[in-house]
C-alpha cells in the first residue's frame, strides 16, 4: 500500500511525518529517524555554513540474484563514503529487516537511516546518512516489479533534501519516456518548490538525447558537463559505451556543485566509480580493480558533490573571474588568472585539460593579490578549467562557470603528436614488450598531461601530470617496466600495467586529454602477428603514411625511442 503523505496541513507536517516515519522505518528495518545529527556529520562540515554533501546513484549489485550479497558493491560503497544513496535492486541475503539492516551497517555506517520500498521484486530505495524526515513510493505504471522510491531528508541548511531512486525500463526510449512524465507529475504535485530535488539511478538510456532528459529538464538540470572515470569516459553501463546511470539535480542544488576530491584525486564534473580503471586503488579501499568487473556488474556508481549552506553562518568564500568560460587562448601565451575572494589568507591555483586531472600554477599565493600570471599550456583543449581554491581548505573552492578553450599554433610554434611505431607481438612470450611510440614532428612542445592510449579494449595509458614531448622528439609507452630495453629515451610503462594488444590485429588511439583524439591507427595481421616485429609508418616519422613490418622499412626488427635508421630523434 502507497503511502500519502501530502493530504496535511503544513504546520503539522514535521512533527507528524517524522512520527510516521520512525514505525515504517523500524518496520522496515532502518534506523528509527532521529532529529538529532547523525554522528558522522561532523566530519562532512567545512566551516561553520558549508557541508560537503555526497549523492551517488547506485545499481550495483553484483552474481546472479540482483542482490548485494557477493559484495563488489559493499566494498565500492565503503570506499566512496557517499552522505545520499539513490539504490536500485536493493536486496540482501534473504531480504529481511536484520539482513537489510546488515546491509546498510556494513556497507554505509550503524547511524545511517533508509527506505527500501515494499512487495517488489527488484525494489529501489534510498540511503542516508541525514534524517529521512518522510519516505515512500509513487506507482510506476510502465513495471509491475519496483517503483519510485522516493525521500524528504533533513540535511543541514534550511532547505530539505528530497530524493527519488529510479529504475526505468530497457523495453524502449519511448516507454522510458512515459515513465519520466508520470515521475515529474508526482513531483510537481508533491515536491515543495522550495526544497531541494534530486533523481537518481539507473535510466537504462542509450544516449543522452532521448526524449526522457528533455522530460525531465522540467524540474532538474540535465546539461553537461557530466561525470567522468579517471580517463574521461562519462558512459556507465557495463561495457563503458552508453550513459545509464545518473544523478540529476535541480537548478537550486546545481548552483551548489563542488568538486569530487577523494584521497590526491578531484573530478570536476563528478566521478563515474569504475574500479577497473581508478588509479590509485588504494584512495577508494577496500574497493579492489576487479569490483566494477564482477560477474552480473552491469553499471557503474555516479558520484557528485554538492558545498551547500548549513545551520550557521561564514563569510568565507572564493570566486573565479578569469577565465570563466568561453575564452579561447592560445597554447605558450601570457596571460592572467584572476579571482575575488573573502575571509581567505591565501589561494591555491589550478588549471585542467579535462576537469578531472589538475596541475598546479600555485599551491599558495596570496589571495589578496586577486591574480596570478600563466603561461597557458601548449597543449589543444575544449575542454579546460581553472579552479581556485582556500590553500588551507580545499573544500573551499570555485571553479570556471564553464569550459574555455586552448588553442595551438601563433609564433610560439605547433605540435603535431601521432603514433610512429607499435609492437603488437612480442618478442618471445612476455608481454611487458609491447610498446607504442609517438613522435612529435612540430615546432613546439605538447603537453601530455592527461593524454590517454587505448587499444580497441580498452584504455591501457594515461600520461601522468607534466609530461611533455619536445618538438623533433618522441616518447615510448611499454606494456610494463621490465620491458623498457636500457637506454630507450623517453619509455614509460602502462599505467594500467598492460597495453594488451592483439597479435591477430588491434586498432590503437591516442586521445587529449579533453577526450578528442588526436591520432588513431589500425593494424591488420600482416603487420601485427610476427614475434618481435614492429609496424612503424613507411616512410619513418610521417603523420599520413601507411604503416609496414619495420624489417621493409630500415631491416631491423624495431627501434622504439629512435628513428627507424636507428639514430636518434
Not at 546513484?57 to 560503497?77: K, M, V
Request: overall charge negative; charged content about 15%.
Amino acid at each position: 500500500m502507497k503511502q500519502d503523505l501530502f493530504r496535511r496541513p503544513a504546520a503539522s507536517w514535521r512533527t507528524w511525518s517524522f512520527s510516521l516515519l520512525c514505525a515504517a522505518l523500524a518496520a522496515c528495518g532502518g534506523t528509527e529517524a532521529s532529529e538529532e545529527t547523525a554522528p558522522e556529520l561532523a566530519t562532512h562540515e567545512d566551516g561553520l555554513a558549508n557541508v560537503r554533501l555526497r549523492l551517488m546513484a547506485a545499481n550495483l549489485s553484483s552474481g546472479t540474484g540482483q542482490d548485494y550479497d557477493p559484495g563488489h558493491g559493499i566494498r565500492i560503497f565503503q570506499g566512496t563514503d557517499a552522505d545520499v544513496v539513490m539504490i536500485q535492486e536493493f536486496n540482501y541475503k534473504t531480504d529481511s529487516a536484520a539482513d537489510i539492516r546488515s546491509f546498510v551497517d556494513t556497507a554505509f555506517g550503524t547511524g545511517f537511516s533508509y527506505y527500501r520500498e515494499a512487495g517488489a521484486q527488484i525494489p529501489n530505495g534510498i540511503i542516508s546518512r541525514y534524517p529521512i524526515i518522510a519516505a515512500g513510493e509513487w506507482d510506476d505504471t510502465q513495471v509491475s516489479n519496483r517503483d519510485f522510491a522516493w525521500a524528504r531528508i533533513n540535511i543541514p541548511g534550511p532547505k530539505d533534501l528530497w530524493v527519488v531512486s529510479v529504475h526505468l525500463l530497457t523495453t524502449s526510449s519511448g516507454t522510458r519516456n512515459t515513465e519520466a512524465s508520470n515521475l515529474v507529475k508526482f513531483i510537481n504535485a508533491n515536491v515543495p518548490a522550495g526544497d531541494f530535488l534530486a533523481i537518481g539511478g539507473d535510466f537504462n538510456t542509450g544516449s543522452r538525447s532521448e526524449a526522457t532528459f528533455s522530460t525531465f529538464s522540467s524540474v532538474v538540470s540535465t546539461a553537461s558537463p557530466y561525470p567522468a572515470d579517471r580517463n574521461g569516459n562519462t558512459n556507465t553501463n557495463a561495457g563503458r559505451s552508453s550513459p545509464y546511470d545518473h544523478v540529476l539535480v535541480d537548478s537550486d542544488l546545481r548552483a551548489y556543485q563542488t568538486s569530487v576530491v577523494i584521497g590526491s584525486s578531484t573530478f570536476a564534473n563528478g566521478l563515474v566509480v569504475d574500479t577497473r580503471v581508478y588509479s590509485p586503488i588504494s584512495d577508494i579501499s577496500p574497493a579492489v580493480s576487479g569490483d566494477s568487473g564482477a560477474s552480473g556488474m552491469q553499471h557503474m556508481g555516479i558520484i557528485k558533490d554538492f558545498l551547500v549552506p548549513g545551520d550557521g553562518t561564514t563569510s568565507s568564500s572564493v570566486t573565479v573571474l578569469s577565465p570563466n568560460g568561453g575564452e579561447s587562448w592560445t597554447g605558450g601565451s601570457s596571460r592572467t588568472i584572476t579571482w575575488t575572494s573573502s575571509g581567505i589568507s591565501n589561494v591555491k591555483v589550478e588549471y585542467s585539460l579535462n576537469g578531472s586531472t589538475w596541475t598546479a600554477v600555485t599551491t599558495s599565493t596570496s589571495a589578496a593579490s586577486g591574480s596570478v600570471a600563466w603561461t597557458v599550456p601548449g597543449s589543444a583543449s575544449t575542454n579546460a578549467w581553472v579552479r581556485v581554491s582556500d590553500a588551507s581548505d580545499a573544500a573551499l573552492n570555485d571553479l570556471s562557470n564553464s569550459a574555455f578553450a586552448i588553442t595551438t599554433g601563433g609564433s610560439g610554434g605547433t605540435g603535431q603528436v601521432f603514433i610512429n611505431e607499435v609492437l603488437l607481438n612480442e618478442a618471445g612470450s612476455d608481454v611487458n614488450g609491447e610498446f607504442v611510440e609517438l613522435v612529435n614532428t612540430g615546432t613546439a612542445a605538447v603537453d601530455l598531461s592527461g593524454y590517454t592510449l587505448s587499444d580497441s579494449a580498452s584504455v591501457r595509458h594515461t600520461f601522468a601530470s607534466g609530461t611533455t614531448v619536445a618538438a623533433g622528439k618522441a616518447v615510448v609507452v611499454f606494456g610494463g617496466a621490465s620491458g623498457i630495453p636500457a637506454g630507450t629515451v623517453g619509455a614509460v610503462a602502462a599505467s594500467t600495467g598492460t597495453l594488451g594488444l592483439s597479435n591477430s590485429g588491434d586498432t590503437v588511439t591516442l586521445k587529449s586529454a579533453s577526450g578528442t583524439t588526436v591520432d588513431s591507427a589500425t593494424f591488420a595481421s600482416g603487420v601485427a602477428g610476427t614475434d618481435g616485429v614492429s609496424a612503424n609508418r613507411s616512410p619513418d616519422a610521417s603523420a599520413s603514411a601507411s604503416f609496414a613490418l619495420h624489417t621493409a622499412v630500415s631491416g631491423t626488427a624495431s627501434s622504439p625511442g629512435k628513428r627507424a635508421s636507428g639514430s636518434a630523434f
